[in-house]
């Protein structure tokens, strides 16, 4: 068999591997296993809408489509709004990623705020292409809009019948996808990121990095400019 029938084999396979973490999330994302969190969904839905707000209860698992061994793998927190003005168009996209692995990365066609902070920072260093490479998706899969903060209590309410939360499912999950990707680097971006490996159980190639919440903040631009130097080629 050739190299190049060996890689599409193996591609194959990682994809079906990939799908089934949505069939499964699917079938037990429900208000049966996690009602905390539906009544908020519900009561979130049930209210008047404002600016980019949509109707919740989507996922994403994968930002970005499925690659093996790229050389950086992107981590955030979870799923916020898709696009900065147009609700019904954001809400059409979250619909689409919630189906399957992305043709095209979320973080290059997509108009949302993490997109635009990834362009602008991957653009500073002068290497864009390590983002249209790059692997991406978040530790909670859950899409809660721009208030995570009121989501924190409902999504760590421990299900009776997986034993789990919905955090700590989406989380473990997370690290299994990591391992089946076996990126170069992975970044953790942000605080809540940084807990889904505890220091102590942490890879070398896991780097910790801040978000870049605004224009002005270089943190993330200075840290992956030395991932680059030390850890890609």
Not at 83 to 88: A, C, G, L, M, R
Request: glycine content about 6%; hydrophobic content about 30%.
């Amino acid at each position: 068999m050739s190299k190049k029938n060996i890689w599409v084999k193996m591609m194959t396979k990682l994809e079906k591997s990939i799908q089934k973490y949505y069939s499964d999330f699917k079938k037990n994302f429900n208000k049966k296993n996690f009602p905390a969190v539906f009544n908020k969904i519900e009561k979130h839905n049930a209210e008047e809408k404002r600016g980019k707000e949509h109707d919740l209860g989507s996922f994403v698992i994968l930002y970005t489509p499925v690659r093996y061994k790229p050389n950086i793998m992107l981590i955030g927190n979870n799923p916020s709004w898709f696009h900065k003005k147009d609700p019904e168009t954001g809400y059409k996209i979250v619909q689409e990623l919630m189906k399957s692995p992305p043709k095209e990365s979320s973080y290059i066609v997509h108009n949302h705020v993490f997109a635009q902070s990834m362009q602008r920072i991957f653009g500073y260093v002068g290497r864009r292409d390590l983002l249209e490479t790059c692997v991406g998706m978040n530790r909670l899969w859950l899409q809660t809009g721009s208030n995570y903060g009121s989501w924190n209590t409902v999504c760590n309410e421990r299900s009776w019948k997986l034993g789990q939360s919905l955090t700590e499912y989406c989380e473990n999950k997370t690290k299994e996808i990591i391992k089946l990707i076996k990126p170069k680097v992975v970044l953790l971006i942000g605080q809540k990121a940084w807990d889904l490996f505890q220091s102590d159980e942490r890879p070398s190639n896991i780097k910790c990095v801040d978000y870049p919440y605004s224009t002005g903040n270089i943190s993330l631009q200075q840290d992956l400019e030395k991932i680059i130097q030390t850890e890609i080629e």
